[in-house]
């Protein structure tokens, strides 16, 4: 009867310890899917924020060339305006002193 009696105790603290093992596992694996989870929810954040970040920066950089670009072209035709008046109004002068 000890005998059955110690075999039973036996057999419910393996089952108790098994399970309490399983469990122990479980949430063991839950916490590091979660933490797997989280960490790739945080690396792709960071990785949109860096591509949003490039983006404005190459956006910024290319708006900031163009009104560059459009400055100079713009210097350039009124310089080039300023030349041609000053050669015309030149001819003029000299067309104007040779006639006289």
């Given at each position: 009867?000890?005998?059955?009696?110690?075999?039973?105790?036996?057999?419910?603290?393996?089952?108790?310890?098994?399970?309490?093992?399983?469990?122990?596992?479980?949430?063991?694996?839950?916490?590091?899917?979660?933490?797997?989870?989280?960490?790739?929810?945080?690396?792709?954040?960071?990785?949109?924020?860096?591509?949003?970040?490039?983006?404005?920066?190459?956006?910024?950089?290319?708006?900031?060339?163009?009104?560059?670009?459009?400055?100079?072209?713009?210097?350039?035709e009124?310089?080039?305006?300023?030349?041609?008046?000053?050669?015309?109004?030149?001819?003029e002068?000299?067309?104007?002193?040779?006639?006289?």
């Amino acid at each position: 009867m000890e005998t059955k009696e110690t075999e039973e105790t036996g057999k419910m603290a393996q089952k108790m310890e098994t399970e309490e093992t399983e469990e122990t596992e479980k949430i063991a694996q839950k916490m590091e899917t979660e933490e797997k989870e989280e960490t790739e929810k945080m690396a792709q954040k960071m990785e949109t924020e860096e591509t949003e970040e490039t983006e404005k920066i190459a956006q910024k950089m290319e708006t900031e060339e163009t009104e560059e670009t459009e400055k100079i072209a713009q210097k350039m035709e009124t310089e080039e305006t300023e030349e041609t008046e000053k050669i015309a109004q030149k001819m003029e002068t000299e067309e104007t002193e040779e006639t006289e």
